[in-house]
Each structure stands twice: as structure tokens, then as C-alpha cells.
């Protein structure tokens, strides 16, 4: 029932987004997003962004992980 | 469509000679002939990359090749809704005569219909091709185990450019139909001495499709490796973004082929130095068990069974 | 970052199925609520790297599979009346009715159109203003909002021949139901990642607090269900009950504001048939009245009431989908059921637990 994919923010008009990844693009509504900027990677199911990823999250999950010691700023 | 190809058609005319691979094989007066046919109803007739014309002359020479036959000539018979414009018509002719000379066949005879608005979706055309065979018994009963399986490029670009192009569900100019007749690469692994054993364009149904027939027809099992197939970043963004298995979808340039394990990297640098091979790479290969079976190395080390997609590829949202 | 294959990376596959090695002693049974989850474990091979003692079963959260045959049979119904054009998802259009499915119905000329996103049915709509466009509203939470939007899109624009099948489901209320029979014995669930981006992880405390059972909400790569699988084996061990998010870069622990105003001003909640399930109570949505103009089954409420209850099978789907049957126990899988020719919506759907171990288990 799930399947949404992260797609990057290229271009807002209002609560209309253009989202791209590795060369497709689509038109998506951004209504449920308190607040979008370009460059952000959210998650597009059915035409609809449902959620920002967080990138700060998901690198911190990756680095532990991998072992990593991950340093906040 | 198997039951109705099977219990309606090869039940009610087949006789034992009828040929389940792309190609027959005809003996005439000493001469071996393959023989094909082939209809083209694809919707929208131009896609980026190509349109029905090309599509046409390119299947048709595809499925001569499969069979080691060097195709030779190419009937073509249209059926045309009335109202369709004729530069549409021109443009489908050019591109079938340049697609034509490219594969070095030439289009001897045709027939055309116009029947009424609505009756037809534009035009649909009908090929019967036929080619000389270079050597016998390839086919996709005759795979062996130990088979390399060589993969002449990336999957997915054109079921996926049509897709997009009739029901505009994303953008992009990133992808296209890679309809190619493959005459130079599988001329040259004939000429080679490469010991082919089975040849198939995965067309509709993709390479699953493909794979599955020739394991159930050679009664051997097949295994590739996902990590050697090339999929196309924004084909592969595409399918994922639908629900779509690349593995399903459609290829019309494109080229299985199985040779001998010892042949694999001569026929390997053939494919590369190709107009159209030049990302071939060996997927996987043919093991002896179990007869039918077709496994991936999926991209994370783990393995599955991929079986053979039932019917139309539809986009998902759940 | 890439951000998907960051989650595929082999290495980080192979040190999480070694973490997860050390439960190699454990009994468990884990039910994956999803069918995203479903389709992804078989995708990945991913049961290949459970310890043995550990088994993932297949629960109800596949759309398709759960719609009820009279949901479907209705709005068949509503699709062979002059003037209608029927938009739905892809997922719907081979799934069977009593007596036949929208892949046929358009083969017989019915206007049928697969739709990514509902909003360009209502877009559709307002191109044809002749014709009667009724959208197929199935799928829960992560779906519901995207419905929402397109009928206040409508709304506000007066497009009142966009209309909605409304065949909406929830989960929390599902999983209480499905909890509280005997029937069913899971040490644990795998918690569907994208409705919970919209329902916060909190909306599950119940069944932690007052169920002891144990969940993860996972997401949907290799990593995100073998990270979830193993917070899950931990508790476990432990004894413990809780509701881990095992997708924090996508969920949190509050419910999506936005989201839940704007269904809240669409829809009211409403009890739902699921199959297999029966009628549960608060598990569904209809249509405020306030949006009444765009409720399908208002406005085609005759033929509703004359279309004939469905037929009585002996299809198993909804023991599959409580988990009670895996479908390799079912009499049908594989001979009289298969996805060429399905006898119900578990086959069909590309997420059913019974098309999905019939494409990556073989038969």
C-alpha cells in the first residue's frame, strides 16, 4: 500500500512542486508538507509529497552502520 | 494469451512441424529458410526513439536473426484507419526504408486496407519476413548447461518510453525506445565460429519472458546475476516510481544470447564493438536444474525465483 | 547521497544479517502488515536471511486484496452505465468480480483509465464535463490524503461530475481487530512505513500497552526491514513490548498535521467491509456531506441497490490475509489459482502474499 519514492524539489509554484529524480520528473502536491524548500528530498506517492526525508536522519543511520562516528555540527 | 495462442490456435491448425521460437525453419529444395511474422499495433505509433515503422522492419529482421538466419526480405501489409493523414504515412515509410537499409533487407511486397474511422487505432501493420538460416538449430530448445548467457544492452527503455509517451504519467527526456535491428552483432557472432546455441529478442514480456521460455524449452535452469544488468538510471527511476519490474518490461533492440561457456568472451567483445552492443555484458547462465527455473543473484547477494509476468505491465500506487 | 541504494548497499545487508544471526535460538513470528513489505522481503530474498526459528507472515495491507468483492462488484456496476469513465490504479484492473473485472469491462468497451494520481482524474474530468468520472477509492492511510486533495480540488473548482467509489480502509482499528481473535499468534509487526508518515508511530501505542505485542515501523529497502526485523528480535529477547521507528529519516512520532486536517474535512470515519475480515468498526472513511456532490455512491445509488450479492467461493484469501493460511496451503495455489487466472485479489494484486510467493518462491 506504500510505495512512495524520494524524489528532489526542484521548483515550487504555491502548493504545486516539481520533483525529479535521475531524470524523470513529475508535478506534485506539496499540501502536506509544513514547509518545502528546493533542493529537499521527499517521499511522492500517488502525486502527492507525504513526507520530507530527513537527510540529517538518514546519514546518521548509514554512519552507525557503518561504524562510523558521526559528528553533529 | 499462452492459452489462447495454444488451445485455440496451434490446437485448431498447427500441424507437428509448428514452430514455438520467433522463426520457423523451412527446408526448401536443400536450401534452410526462417521464416517469420509479426504484427506491430503499438499506441502512440511515434515514441521517443522511434515509431511503429521502425519498429516494424527491426522486430521483423530481430526475429530472422534469432533463428541464425541473415535476413533477406520483408512483406508488409498495413491495415490504415480512414483519416489518417499521409505525411503520418510518409514519415512510417521513411523510417521503415531507413531502418531497411540499415539492417541490409529489403521490403519486396506489401498489401494495403483502409478500413473506417474507428475500426482500426490509426494503423496497424503486419511483417512476414524471411532469411537465409547460417546455421542450424539454434533455438531455444537447444541451450546447454555450462551456456554463458550474453545480454547486448540495457533493459527496460522500451516499454518504458512507450509507457510514458501514451499515458504521460512523469517527464523526462531521458528516455527512449532503443528499437535496433541487431543484424551487425549477430551477423558477426555467426561469422565468429561462436558456438550459439539459443538466441531471443525480449520483447514483450522482457527478458523474464525470454528466460522463462528457453529454461522450459531446453528443460534446463537458468541463473543471472542482477549486478551485471544494466538498467538505465532514469528507466530504473521510472519503474520504481510505478511499480514496474525492469525485468517485464518490453525491448526492442535488444539480444539474449546463449553460447558455448568457451566462446563467452569472444562473442562478448563482438557484442561490445557493435552499433548497438556496446553495454553487452554476460548476465548469468544455464545450469541443469531445476528444468524451468530461472533464479536472480539479486543486487544484495540474496537469490529469488523470477518467473514470467502475467499480462499487461500496469503502474502501481499501492 | 542516493538515498535508495545507500539503503541496498550489499555490505550493509550482509553486517545486518550477521547482527541479526545472533537471534539464531528464537522462535518468532513476525507479520509484515504491508503488502509494499510483502512484495519487498520476496523482491530482496530477504526470508533467506532470517535465522531459521524466525518466520514473516503476510497481513492485510494490500488494497486490492482487502477490497471486498461487493466493493468491487458495485463499482463494475457503476462502470457499465452509459457516460461513466472509470479512473482507478493500476492495481485494480485485473482484480475479479462475481462475474467479471475492469480489465474485461474495457475489452467490452467500457472507459476504464489507469491514473498515478487522482488529481489527474479530476483534471479529467474537467476536460469532459459530458462524462460522469468516478475514481476507484481504495488504499489506506498513505493514499487517503491524495483522495482528499482531489475532491476538494474539485470541489473548489466545481467539478461535479468528479465523483469517488469511496472503498477507503484504515490500519490501527484493523490490527486491533485482527489482534483480538485467538487465532492469530505473532510475536511481532512489521509496521507499514508510509501510512505511518501520515498516522505517527504513535498511533500504535495500543498494541504495544495493551496488546503486548511488539512492532517496528520499517521502510521499504533491504536495510530499513532487516533493521525493523531485528529491533523487533530484540524485544523479544528482552521481554519487552514497545513501537520502534525503524524509518526516523520518514517518520515520527505525531500524526502529519496537514494531512489529518485535510481528511478530516473530507471524510468522516465510517465502519468498512474488508475481506476476509468482515465489517470492522472506525476502520474506513466515506465522504463528508459537506462533499456529498462527489460520493459515487450517492449519486448512483440505484444500480448499488440492485447489483446482486457476490457469489460465494471457495477462495481462501482471507485466511491468507488474517495469516492464518501461508498460500502454499491454500488447495488452490498454483493449480486453480494463478496470476494468469486468479480466483481472488491475492493472486491478482502484485503485492497479494499469494502473487508474491508464486513469482519469487516458484510454485
Redesign the interface.
Known sequence: MCLAIPMRITQIDGLVATAEIDGIARRVRIDLLDKASVGDYVLIHAGLAIAIVDEQEAAETLALLRGVFYETQ | MTELIEEVFIAGYAQSDFSRDDSAVLRLDGADIAFTTDSFVVDPIFFPGGDIGRLAIAGTVNDLLTAAARPIAIAVSFIIEEGLEIETLRSIAASMRDTADEAGVRVVTGDTKVVPRGSADKVFITTSGVGVILRPGVSGASAKPGDRIMLTGSIGDHGTAVMLAREKLLDTQAIASDAAPLTEIVLGLMESGCQVHAMRDPTRGGIASSLNEIAAQSRAAIEIDEARIRVKPAVNAACEALGIEPFFVANEGKMLILVAAEDAEKALSIARSSRYGGDADIIGEVRPAPPGRVTVRTAIGTSRVLGSPSGELLPRIC | ?R??D???D?A?????AERIGRFSGMSATIMEV????TMSV?????K??LPPGVSLISGP????CVTDQRDIDAYLAIGALPGVTLAC???M??VPGSATSL?RLRAEGADVR?V?????AVDTARGDPGRQVVFFG???E??I??IA?AVKVAAEGKVSNFLVYCAHKTIPAALRALLATDELRVSGLLL????T??IGSGAYSFLADQLGVTCAVAG?E??DIL?AVEAILARIEQGTAAIDNAY????RAEP????AE?IDEVFVTSDALWRGLGSIPGSGVALAAKYAVHDASLRFADTLAAVPPPKQTTCKCGDVLRGITRPSQCPHFGTTC???DPIGPCMVS??GACAAA?????V
Open positions: 547521497m538515498l535508495s545507500e539503503f541496498r550489499p550493509l545487508v550482509r553486517e545486518l504491508c503488502g509494499t513489505h520476496a523482491r530482496f530474498g530477504l533467506s536471511l495491507g494490500c488494497p486490492v490504479f493500476g492495481d484492473i485485473r480489465e489507469v498515478y494520481s487522482p488529481i489527474d481504495v488504499g489506506f498513505t493514499t490524503p491524495a486533495l507499514p512505513g508510509h501510512v508518515t501520515i521499504f533491504p536495510v533493521l526516523p529519516r520518514a517518520v502529519n498535521p496537514r494531512a485535510l494463478t496470476p494468469t502484485s503485492e508464486y513469482k519469487y518462491e516458484g
